[in-house]
């Protein structure tokens, strides 16, 4: 019996891989680039279309943790993101062409998969995994909610802006990591530090900036939702946005300067703006927390009063795109099923899932649990003690009525009995070595019989 993944992005690839490494059969779906987006630039699988970071790779951070299961898991997402890494301090940033082409190829050349550029515009009535991202085409929004009987939740999500290495005035702005961190001669970000009077007057510029209207995509129509409504998701707002919420919003939000000296003055700036590489080549850097959608013209008029950027060359500007996801609490069970249907698995940010390792979890899970379903085995889930297990636990389990799209958190761990007593380091290096100690015994309960999923281990 075959699979159908549809959707090429972070979710579907792991899921097509996973399957397929268990011996299924697969057939991937992606419509571009015959169709694309409001976002993607590319018809590549896996692009990365927001940031090119993967978040903490640090062992103590929730991102850290899940990223560790994920390759203890054998993801090859995770694989291929450390095969195209570039510096980035604590974080798992990468080159975006070098990751996607190492998920093509591995793809491309497994025997079990076959790749098909089209869209598909119904949902199949075989076994199948969705994970056609939060752009999900009209047609299969619709046929979405005509099986669900449900309406999408949606929000709204933003790009970040690129700017050429060489347009930086480094004179103004210096390198450095937070801390120190991972820091090497140099440092692998670009600061571009604020004093008060400037971040008060660029922080009045992003408020009254012009902005582009938000708009649908090609008709496609949430029904029974006022499409014109700025739902943005609350861990990825517009910094003017978030310009707006106070006067310090900024500079405790993507400007906090915490960890920072300038080296010039040896001291701490009022805020601060970094820049994070974001190809191999290093000659491109994006605006880290820089979501935006004001106009491009407005955009080079604003972010040219940061320092260091007055004459910066943007290679991209940022830009705004409808993030669609279905009512997962409602809808799913924890092997990441419909529960109206058993075959029909969801993965990604369809299914409410927030960030690139998130989505690359689910992937690695629907895809277990879609080969489990095929050969008629147990499906897996993981236990809530991992952040894998936590985080599906949570979009299958949450209360509806405030439901948004989840990333890694410690917050979804169940505590130690006695984690009052404990720092917050403490707690958190307690979390991280719970999670991957139960992970093993969890792998090593479903690596031998006739239920055997994952290679032994010692």
């Not at 010039?264 to 703006?273: I, L």
């Amino acid at each position: 019996m075959k699979l159908s993944v549809i959707g090429g992005g972070l979710a579907g690839c792991e899921a097509a891989w996973q399957a397929a490494e268990r011996g299924i059969e697969v057939e991937l779906f992606e419509m571009r680039p015959n169709q694309t987006t409001g976002a993607h630039r590319t018809g590549n699988l896996a692009e990365l279309v927001c940031s090119n970071s993967l978040g903490s790779n640090l062992p103590n951070r929730a991102s850290g943790l899940l990223k560790a299961e994920l390759r203890q898991l054998g993801s090859l997402l995770i694989a291929c993101a450390d095969a195209s890494s570039l510096p980035a301090g604590g974080a798992l940033a990468v080159d975006r062409e070098r990751f996607s082409n190492c998920v093509e190829q591995q793809l491309a050349t497994h025997p079990n998969i076959t790749i098909y550029r089209e869209e598909v515009q119904a949902i199949p009535n075989s076994p199948a995994v969705l994970a056609t991202g939060p752009l999900t085409s009209p047609s299969l929004s619709h046929a979405l909610q005509t099986f669900t009987g449900e309406d999408h939740l949606f929000f709204y999500d933003a790009i970040a802006p690129i700017v050429d290495f060489e347009s930086v005035d480094l004179n103004i702005a210096f390198r450095g990591n937070r801390y120190q961190i991972g820091q090497g001669d140099e440092g692998d970000y670009i600061n571009c530090p604020f004093d008060k009077n400037g971040y008060d007057a660029f922080r009045e510029a992003l408020i009254t900036a012009h902005r582009i209207p938000l708009r649908k995509f090609e008709n496609e129509i949430v029904t029974g939702v006022d499409a014109g409504k700025e739902a943005y998701f609350q861990g990825c707002q517009p910094v003017e946005v978030i310009a707006e919420q106070g006067e310090k919003a900024l500079a405790f939000g993507p400007l906090r300067p915490v960890g920072l000296f300038d080296p010039r003055t040896g001291r701490r700036p009022y805020a601060v703006v970094q820049l994070r590489q974001d190809n191999l080549a290093g000659d491109l850097y994006n605006l880290v927390g820089f979501q935006t959608n004001l106009t491009f013209s407005e955009q080079a008029r604003v972010f040219r009063m940061i320092p260091g950027l007055e004459n910066a060359s943007f290679e991209r500007y940022g830009q705004m795109h409808r993030n669609a996801f279905i009512a997962a609490p409602k809808l799913l069970n924890e092997s990441l099923a419909f529960n109206q249907r058993p075959g029909l698995f969801v993965a990604g940010q369809l299914a409410g899932i927030e960030g690139y390792a998130g989505n690359i979890a689910s992937g690695l899970i629907a895809g277990i649990n879609a080969a489990c379903y095929i050969t008629e085995k147990t499906p897996v889930v993981l236990p809530v003690t991992t952040m894998t297990g936590a985080l599906i636990n949570y979009i299958t389990h949450a209360d509806l009525k405030d439901f948004q799209p989840m990333k890694a958190i410690f917050g979804l761990l169940p505590k130690p009995g006695d984690d009052k007593r404990r720092s917050k380091r403490e707690r958190f290096e307690l979390y991280c070595e719970r999670a991957l100690t139960d992970l093993e015994s969890f792998k090593n309960s479903r690596s031998t019989g006739d239920d055997r999923l994952f290679p032994v281990t010692g």
